[in-house]
């Protein structure tokens, strides 16, 4: 693949194809980090993910290439501290995403290494994209059943990941993939285990995370990841968010309408329980699903 060599991330990928990586595209430069389509000694393709991104750029490239640089992308520099805290906060990264090796429903870590530079780790290659075309189009009957199936694959992932301790805190439609119909969760870099406060204690607003997070982001707890959840429910089948309009689940199916309003709730001690919105979702696509086959 081709990357301009001005570009920021033109360098990871150059310490990439060093290490016997064969470059197929890349998928996203972020903040943060860099997702890279990879693969070696013919083997499938992998997504790799670097711990670099584009607040890293400035003290990456030379003087006299900075200034061309700047107009690909908007970035800040850091210091040396902040750049230090930011490959520990990818490590820590690694250290969870391992944690959920094995978990359904959880996208895997297949290996791991390290650069003088950065660190990386590789997980499969879902094929489907994430969730985020599923809100932004009509959906018919037949799309709700698999919207509501893959929404469950997802609140049977989260389910393990708090079995093993682990709370995501960044459930929304661009950490969820699909591949061959059914529904991953990815991205455990906001994650924190349930035994370790992480963060900071307060977190300004997101259409997708719970009230908690304005004062006590850094103890979140499973009931967190509800909430989230159920935003991105009522989002797919109200086409709308909860706090603009309620009233428009009245759309969703009817035996998903309670739990998706309990799961909403201010509070987390008034929330179900993930496995209780993942069975609510599973038997509402039954429901769809029914009436369906019966008109076929």
Known sequence: MYLHPMHPAAWVLDELRESGWHLHDLLCFTRASTLVLVSRNGTPPVVLKAGFGSNHVLAELDEATRKAAYGFYWYAEMSEAERALTREDF???????????????????????????????????????????????AIHQHQVIAG????????????????????????????????????????????????TPRGPIARSPEVHWPPEYLTSYDRATPAADTFSLAVLAFRYLCADIPRHDPSRLDTAPASLRPIITAALAPAPEDRPSMSELRDALRQAADSVAMPAQRSS
């Open 91 to 137: 490590r820590h990264e690694i250290t969870v995403t391992r944690a959920a090796q094995g978990a359904e429903h959880v996208v895997p870590l297949l290996e791991e290494g390290s650069t003088d530079r950065f660190d990386w780790y590789t997980m499969s290659h879902c094929s489907g994209g994430n969730f985020g075309p599923h809100l932004s189009t």
């Open 148 to 195: 509501l199936r893959i929404l469950a694959d997802v609140a049977e992932g989260l389910r393990a990941l708090h079995e093993r301790g682990i709370v995501h805190r960044d459930v929304y439609q661009e950490n969820i993939l699909i591949h061959d119909g059914h529904g991953l969760i990815t991205d455990l870099g906001a994650a924190r285990r349930s035994d």
